[in-house]
Nanobody, 119 residues
């Protein structure tokens, strides 16, 4: 069974930065076939896309400030990262790592890591 384990969340002051990490329990060659993404969710609201990095290198963004969120991947280490900067209180959420295959439609989620931005 595929596991995604996020880390790096925590409490940060507004204006600060944070980097989230996600490690996948997949063979490197299989991992590289997936699109990778970060989503976030606050209580009472639907999970929303923050940003996605497709296999082909295309970036997708949800309703966020593109310049503040940067996703990258390391296929050799089976890792996905989210660099967040100039954080705002409205960025407070549980952030989830996602792997999605556009060919097989396989979809995997991590348990999430809490990010809290204080004003």
């Amino acid at each position: 069974q595929v596991q995604l384990v996020e880390s790096g969340g925590g409490l940060v002051q507004a204006g600060g930065s944070l980097q989230l990490s996600c490690e996948a329990s997949l063979d490197m060659r299989i991992f590289s076939r997936f699109d990778v993404a970060w989503y976030r969710q606050v209580p009472g609201k639907q999970r929303e896309l923050v940003t996605r990095l497709r296999r082909g290198g295309q970036f997708d963004y949800g309703n966020v400030d593109k310049g503040r969120f940067y996703i990258r991947r390391n296929d050799l280490r089976k890792m996905v990262y989210l660099q967040m900067s100039s954080l705002k209180p409205e960025d407070t959420a549980v952030y989830h790592c996602n792997l999605h295959s556009s060919t097989t439609q396989d979809d995997y989620w991590g348990q999430g890591t809490q990010v809290t931005v204080s004003s």
